[in-house]
């Protein structure tokens, strides 16, 4: 059964730095691993997915890279903005017809 | 625009009630749509698959009984929790699979 941790739960940084997310899967069979952005009280916003095939994707200042010999993937984020602020969560999909399996996320604060 | 809608957003229901969560598909047929339950500073577990014209996979540890699965049209699954116990408070979401995953807003459930 799959398994995802995102390392770490909690992180406080300044405005302005660079930073990064972790998160690990225990199956290297997984069809993609995408991250979502959860605001406090509100539903998912899908921020990237990486297929099993691709390396990374870009999109702005965010940036996700999938090393799936290792089961890992890391969420980059640039020029942090205290608009960033948010609880960020990473999932993996084993398949199409397959549910999602989250970590817990990590909650993310960008002091201004 | 939006692709799956979700409904009602937030509901407060008395304890041993039952209430009902819709889960609508607008701009495609679904066969298959994922509901998640996310429980206060924790992730979002898959509950259950909802699949057109059969019954749903649950996973280990959801209670078919209490938790009840209607996908009767190819753009219409239910989620009904009958006798509602204040633990079963919680944020439940649903998702479908296009080439790509979409959730709905989600529906914050407190049973008071």
């Known amino acids: 059964k799959q398994e995802v941790t995102q390392i770490p739960a909690a992180l406080s940084v300044p405005e302005g730095e660079n930073l990064v997310l972790n998160c690990s899967f225990t199956?290297?069979?997984?069809?993609?691993l995408q991250w979502f952005r959860q605001d406090p009280g509100k539903g998912l916003t899908s921020l990237l997915l990486i297929q099993s095939s691709q390396r990374e994707q870009t999109s702005g200042r965010l940036n996700a890279s999938l090393d799936k010999s290792s089961g890992r993937s890391t969420l980059y984020i640039a020029a942090s903005q205290p608009g960033d602020s948010a609880t960020y969560l990473c999932?993996?999909?084993?398949?199409?017809?397959?549910?999602?399996?989250f970590g817990k996320g990590t909650h993310l604060i960008i002091q201004p | 625009g939006a692709v799956v809608s979700q409904h009602p957003s937030r509901v407060i229901c008395k304890s041993g009630t039952s209430v009902k969560i819709e889960c609508r598909s607008l701009?495609?047929?679904?066969?298959?749509m994922f509901w998640y339950r996310q429980f206060p500073k924790q992730s979002l577990m898959l509950m259950a698959t909802?699949?057109?014209?059969?019954?749903?996979?649950?996973e280990q540890g959801v209670e078919k009984d209490k938790f009840l699965i209607n996908h009767a049209s190819l753009t219409l699954s239910t989620l009904t929790v009958t006798s509602a116990h204040p633990e079963d408070s919680s944020f439940y979401i649903c998702s479908i699979f296009k080439n790509t995953i979409y959730f709905g807003e989600g529906s914050w459930l407190t049973v008071v």
């Open positions: 999932a993996a999909s084993g398949g199409g017809a397959d549910g999602l399996t």
């Open positions: 701009d495609f047929q679904a066969t298959t």
């Open positions: 199956d290297s069979a997984i069809y993609n």
């Open positions: 909802s699949n057109e014209g059969s019954k749903a996979t649950y």
